[in-house]
C-alpha cells in the first residue's frame, strides 16, 4: 500500500539478515546449534536478584529519574578499570558509554560515521547483526578474508590501496563470530598502523574476550590506538545475561562526541535501575571468578563439538578448532548449498539446526559453510544432535562427489 | 582530526538540540523551569522493586535470557488493552512493539521512513527530541503552527499542497510538549482523512495522554485509521518511571514489520528483566489509581504555575493555560530573545531557567518564547522560582517596549 514511503533502507522484499535465522522446530527431540545464546543455567540469578533490591534501597525514587545519557558513573569506571587491566587499555569513565548491547554500540557507531554509499570493510565471514546494523545506513561492502591468526591484512592493505576511501573496519578479534578466530597481538598493531596510514576508523568488536578456555585476554586492538581511531566495544551478555541489556563501548575525541550525540537523539539513555543494579553485582561479588566458572563449561562444551566432528562428519568438511568463545564454524565442499540442505525432508526430519554461511556475507555469496553454536547445550546432547547432523551431511557431501 | 570520516548526519559543529539543553547551576537555591522530568517523590518505588523480585522469582534464570524482539508479550497485551480503553484503539498484543523510552519509538519511526532530504510537517513548537531523532534523518522540515484546539489543519493542508511530497506529520495532540495544547476530537478525525487524501503517515506522540487533571484521555487519532497511517508512541515515563525506560508504539502492516526489521537491527530488543517488572507491577497493583494521584498533584503545580504567572508575569507576556501534561508556554514580545536573556548578569544571579523557544523550531527562528516545566517543583518553590523570573521578564519587556 505505502511501500513509496518506506525509507532505501528498509527493502521490504529483502529480509532482515536478523530475523528468519533461527529454525523454529517445535519437536520435543529437536536440537539447534543456530542461536548464540549464553547457557542460562550459568546465570548468577541470585546474586542479581540481591542486586536489584540492593540498587533500589540504596537510591531509591532517584534511581527511576532520568539518570545520564552516558550511562552509570560507577559502572562505566569499572569497566574502564576492566579493559585496563584485560585488554590494556587505558582509559577513563569518560570515554565510556553504556549501550543497549553490543548492537547497538555498533548501529551508533555506524550512525555516527556512514553516508549512504559510503565504504566499509568487513571480515568475511562476519557477525550477522553488524551486517544488519551496518545495512541501516547502506554502505559499500568490502570483505576481507581470515587465516588462522585473524584478518588477511595484506588482503586488507590491497582493498585500501584499491579503494583509499575505505572509512570504517569492523572486526571481531577474539573467538571470532562465526568462526572462533582469534587476531594475534601482532596483527592488532599492524591493523592500527593501517587504520593510521589510510585513515580509517577500527571498530573493535569484542564480546567474547573473556572467554578464553586457557588462556588470559589478549591486548585489545584499542590499546594500540593513539590517533583516537579505535572504538572498542563488548557487552555484558556473554559474561552476565544478555536481558540486561548492557553493552559499552570505549572512545575518544570527536568520535566519542558524535556517538554521544546520535545516541541521545536516538534513545535519550539506556536502562539506569539495570546499571545500578550490575554496579551492585559487581560490588558484592566477582565476576572474575564467574568468568572462570563460563570458561570450564564452555571449554567443555566446545570440546565435545571438536570431538563430534571428528567422529561424525564426512572426511571432506574442514573445521575450524576455537578456544574460546561460543562458536565453530564449518567448511564443505563448494557446490553443497546449506540453505537448501536446510529444507529437504531427511533434515527437516532430523530436527537438528545451524546457521547457513550466506547471513554471515554481505553478498550472501558463500553457500558451502556453516555456523555451529555449542554454548546451550550440555555435551551429551551436543553430542546427539552432531550425530544426526553428521549424518545429513555425509549425504550432502556423496551427493556433490565426482564419480569416476 | 577527522571530521572528514563523520557522517553529515553529525555536524560537530551544530550542538544536538538535546544537549546543552539545561543550565547548570549549583547554586543551591537555583529553582529550574528547564528539565521535563516527572516527579519523583511520586514514584512507586516500593511497589516496584517487590515487582522485579517477583519477576525474578517467578521467571527464574529464563527471565535474563534473550527474549523477544517486540518486548514482552504479557506486558503488550496490556498496553493493547490500556489504548483500547482509554484511546479508543482496537489492536492487539502483535501491534505493539516495547522501546526504549518514547524517544527510540519516534527514532524508529523516522529511520523506517525517511531518506536524506524527504520532506517532514512539524508543529511548530514542537519536542525538541523529536527534532534531535528525525534530524539524524537529514529531513526537509515543514513548520506548521498551533491553535488552541491543536494543530491548525488549514495551514497543513496549504503545506500538503504546496509540498505533495511529504510522508510524515509529527504531532503531540495530548497536552503537548511544549505548549500544554491539546489537539479537538474533530480535529484528530480530519487529520487522518487528510493523511488518506495527500498520501502521509501520521506519528501520534502522546505520552501526557493520561494526565490531564480532570478530564479522561481523548480518542487517540490512531482510533480514526483505517489504512494503517498513523503510529501510535507512548511511554511509561511520564506515569511510572523514566528510568525504566520503557516506551512503546502501535503499529500496523508493511510499517509495523519495517519498525520492526529496523528496531532488530539496532539494539535487537529492550530490557526484558525491566518488562517483566513493569508487568508484574501491574498485576499487583492499580496503575489508573495510581495515574489518579499523579494528577492530583500535576493539577495542583499546574495552578500554582499560571497563579504565578498571573501575578508575576508583565502584561505583555501571553501564556497558555494547560488542562493536562507536565508544561506550559509563555510568549513576550517580539524582540526579546530569551537565549540571550539567559545569559545576562541579571538572569544569572536570579538562578533560575527555562527552555528557550530556540530549542523547539527546526529552524531554530522563533525567539521570543519559553517553556516552563512544573512538574518536579512544589507549588512553595514554584512561587518563589516565578516571582524571580517574573521580575527578569518585566526588565526585558521595559528594554524593548517603545519609548514615546
Known amino acids: ?31 539447534s546449534f543456530a542461536a ?25 525514587a532517584h534511581l527511576f529519574q532520568y539518570q545520564s545519557s552516558q550511562g552509570n558513573p560507577d ?12 585488554g590494556r587499555v587505558t582509559t577513563t569513565a569518560d570515554n565510556v558509554v553504556l549501550t543497549i548491547g553490543g548492537q547497538q554500540a555498533i548501529e551508533l557507531v555506524a550512525k555516527a560515521l556512514l553516508n549512504p554509499g559510503d565504504e566499509v570493510a568487513v ?14 545506513y547502506q554502505p559499500t561492502y568490502y570483505g576481507v578474508g581470515l587465516q588462522g591468526d585473524g584478518l588477511d591484512l595484506d588482503a586488507l592493505e590491497t582493498t585500501l590501496k584499491r579503494h583509499p576511501g575505505i572509512k570504517l573496519l569492523y572486526t571481531v578479534p577474539d573467538f571470532h563470530n562465526p568462526t572462533g578466530i582469534t587476531m ?13 596510514r589510510y585513515n580509517f576508523i577500527i571498530l573493535e568488536d569484542s564480546p567474547y574476550r573473556d572467554l578464553g578456555y586457557d588462556q588470559a585476554p589478549l591486548s ?11 572504538v572498542f566495544v563488548s557487552s555484558l551478555s556473554k559474561i552476565l545475561m544478555p536481558a540486561l541489556r548492557t553493552g559499552w563501548l570505549v572512545a575518544d575525541g570527536k568520535l566519542l562526541a558524535a556517538i554521544m550525540k546520535v545516541r541521545l537523539a536516538s534513545d535519550l539513555e539506556a536502562t539506569g535501575v539495570t546499571h545500578a543494579a550490575i554496579n551492585a553485582y559487581l560490588d558484592a561479588n566477582d565476576l572474575d571468578a564467574h568468568v572462570a566458572v563460563l570458561k570450564a563449561h564452555y571449554r567443555e562444551q566446545c570440546a565435545a563439538m571438536v570431538s563430534a566432528l571428528q567422529r561424525y562428519f564426512p572426511d571432506e568438511a574442514a573445521f575450524t578448532t576455537p578456544t574460546g568463545g561460543f562458536f565453530d564454524w564449518v567448511t564443505l565442499p563448494a557446490g553443497i548449498d546449506v540453505d537448501a540442505l536446510l529444507q529437504t525432508p531427511a533434515m527437516l526430519g532430523a530436527h537438528v539446526s545451524y546457521v547457513p554461511s550466506t547471513n554471515f556475507y554481505p553478498n550472501r555469496d558463500v553457500h558451502n559453510g556453516l555456523r555451529l553454536c ?7 546432547v551436543i553430542d546427539t544432535g552432531m550425530r544426526r547432523l553428521g549424518e545429513q551431511m555425509k549425504v550432502a ?5 565426482p564419480v569416476f
Chains 1, 2 share one sequence.
Do not use: C, H
Open 1 to 31: 500500500m505505502y511501500n513509496d514511503l518506506l525509507a532505501k533502507r528498509v527493502n521490504p522484499d529483502v529480509p532482515s539478515a536478523l530475523s528468519g535465522l533461527f529454525v523454529n522446530d517445535p519437536d520435543p527431540s529437536a536440537i
Open 36 to 60: 548464540g545464546s549464553p547457557n542460562e543455567s550459568l546465570f548468577p540469578v541470585a546474586a542479581m536478584r540481591q542486586a536489584f533490591d540492593t540498587a533500589i534501597d540504596t537510591q531509591g
Open 75 to 86: 559502572l562505566r569506571a569499572k569497566l574502564a578499570a576492566r579493559i585496563g587491566k584485560w
Open 123 to 136: 571480515e568475511v565471514p562476519t557477525y550477522v547483526g553488524a551486517l544488519a546494523a551496518l545495512d541501516l
Open 184 to 196: 594475534s597481538v601482532a596483527k592488532r598493531a599492524q591493523l592500527v598502523a593501517l587504520a593510521n
Open 220 to 230: 585489545a586492538i584499542k590499546s594500540f590506538d593513539t590517533e583516537g581511531r579505535v
Open 374 to 380: 555449542f554454548s546451550g547445550l550440555t555435551p551429551a
Open 397 to 401: 557431501v556423496r551427493g556433490v562427489k
